[in-house]
């Protein structure tokens, strides 16, 4: 009999294998009536969280999200319903975001940008999902440029959201860049919005790479390589689709180009350093400190995060001598902005 059981039960967890996709936690907010159960995936099993039927509530989502269980899985009819709904959403708060309370139509768009910017990494080929995305995220910079004073508290409630790096990342250098560009005044607003949208879709090319190389806890020589080769796949997946000028796509194919610099600092060894082939302009730079910045700042599996401190300290040696005025403007907004 236990034998039996034991059988049934393997094959009852296969099948879910065979039937089941991840989507994120938060994703379950635009869940309605579920057509079945979540589960969550531990220990190698499957166990279902929440019944079919059932409309998750706060109190569960929060759970899970407590317990770190930043994915749930669930059956490709409420996969489907779950999106519909995402991107409705989205459409919704892009078209009133002028309309009503901008502190909270601001943190609910930049909330569902980065949620469903998970299922354009899903399918990175539908014209349909990037356009969402870009129309978008241009409305968006337009919004965070007429309300400024909101800036660093959208940066950090979703910071507090604690999405998958690979989420959180695009949009908040994004953030960040935009807010510094806007400070400085050497920039007219059609100029910062294409560098934000460049900036945010810099990133679309990890599309191409296997998601579960993003967990890992070492990483080899080969992997390096491949997460450097994103920068290439955005490139690709972008040209001819949206509506930014060669400029702009060439800041997104090279916006690692101060990686091997960072890289070679880190090492403290000079003599490895490299000279980019390309010589960049104060736009690239930036864009490219922004995304370190925030990258430095943030744990990855591979490594513990960096203090704003320390990073600020390896910036330096990457921008100072080339850009030493725009370094002390970075150093004096950075210090106003987290102070906010």
Known sequence: MLATQNFQSFIEQHRLSLKL?????????????????????????FYPVINEGSVPSKEQINALIKNSHKEVYVYPSDVIEIKKNLETALVKVTRSLSVGDPLENGTKDLKLLSLNLSGLYQNPHSDELLMLQFQSTQNLS?????????????????????????LSQP???????LSFLQSIHLFHDKEVENLFLASYLKDIGISMIPGDKYDLKTLTTRDQELFASHADFSFDLLEGRVPLSKNYLTIIKHHHFLNDKMKDLLQRDKKKMKDPEIIFGI??????????????TSERPYRKSMSLYQSLELIKKMMADDYPQEFRALVVFLKQFYKN
Do not use: C, W
């Not at 940066?155 to 999405?163: A, D, P, T």
């Open 171 to 177: 949009m908040l250098s994004s953030v960040l860049l």
């Open 283 to 296: 736009e690239s730079t930036l864009v490219a400190v922004f995304d370190i910045l925030v990258a430095m």
């Open 142 to 166: 337009k919004f965070l440029l007429e309300n400024k004073k909101y800036q660093p508290y959208f940066f950090q409630n979703l910071v507090r959201e604690n999405f998958h790096f690979t």
């Open 21 to 45: 996709r991840p989507i994120l936690v938060g994703e379950l907010h635009l869940a309605r009536k579920l057509e079945h159960p979540v589960y969550i995936f531990k220990n190698g099993f």
